[in-house]
């Protein structure tokens, strides 16, 4: 469970997988600020397969199982290292002790917007019900904002709820995380207890994303889907784990994954702001 006593300030080195467009970094704290430096080290997409050939002779009838693979439309992927320190700075950045951090905990956000207010009560569990019937999907909500005037402030994956890839069908509202803090709110994994006492801060939907061994990433990077209702903003937000095994066979400390609508030829980027937040 992350502390909330003294914020900190980091220096963020992060490993990007299929980034969007220029990314801008800035810390989880009291003021947010950017990282010391800022390496992209690779880039990669998934190459299309090759079509396969049969030879056809008249009269045959020929049964097949046909096994295919498509990149998401909807969904782009990050991954890295974080490294940090925790500091004792006076206004003017001077500092006057720091502790280096060798294991980082803590979680990594994402998020449309460089301004959020992260305030107690504010930033909670994305919830199907905020200003709608508890029957709409979360790609509704993705699409309007969530906020009670339902005003389209995002704009979202423009999928349909019962795609695949679709955001109910991604984060799952049934899921159990890990335990965390933003700020100094505390957000339960727990599902079952969200259930009996309707707890806006406890078992937010989430997904496990994968490692190597297994693809169900055995629940080691947890990545929850948050929400700030004051800024009509949904918050991808991934939990770090330190040195584990990941997709590709190498190691890092977090893994997650941020909408980006590609659909029927867009390709128009979206700037996510990342902050993260350390104990």
């Not at 003017?92 to 002790?97: C, R």
Request: with cysteine.
């Amino acid at each position: 469970m992350v502390s909330h006593g003294i914020k900190k300030a980091i220096a963020l080195f992060l490993v990007m997988l299929i980034p969007l467009t220029s990314v801008y970094f800035v810390v989880a704290q009291s003021t947010p600020e950017g990282p010391g430096t800022f390496t992209e080290v690779s880039v990669s997409k998934r190459a299309a397969n090759y079509p396969s050939a049969r030879n056809v002779y008249a009269g045959n009838i020929t049964w097949m199982q046909v096994n295919a693979s498509t990149i998401t439309q909807a969904w782009a992927g990050f991954l890295g290292n974080v490294t940090g320190v925790v500091t004792l700075d006076d206004s003017n950045n001077k500092t006057l002790y720091d502790w280096q951090i060798a294991k980082p905990r803590g979680e990594v956000y994402a998020v449309e917007d460089g301004v959020i207010n992260w305030t107690t009560t504010n930033v909670l569990c994305w919830n199907y019900t905020v200003g709608h019937d508890a029957e709409e999907y979360l790609h509704y909500l993705e699409y309007q904002g969530g906020a009670s005037s339902a005003k389209v402030a995002y704009v979202g994956l423009n999928i349909s709820a019962d795609d695949y890839d679709s955001v109910n069908n991604t984060f799952v509202n049934t899921r159990t995380h890990k335990n965390f803090y933003v700020g100094g709110q505390g957000i339960l994994g727990d599902v079952a207890a969200k259930n009996v006492d309707a707890n806006p801060a406890r078992g937010c939907p989430a997904a496990y994303m994968y490692n190597s061994t297994s693809p169900s990433g055995s629940g080691r990077f947890n990545e929850v889907l948050l929400y700030s209702h004051s800024d009509a903003k949904p918050i991808y937000t991934a939990i770090i784990e330190d040195d584990y095994n990941s997709f590709d066979a190498s190691t890092a400390d977090f893994e997650m994954i941020v909408a980006e609508n590609g659909h029927n030829g867009d390709v128009a980027t979206t700037t996510y702001y990342f902050f993260v937040e350390l104990s």
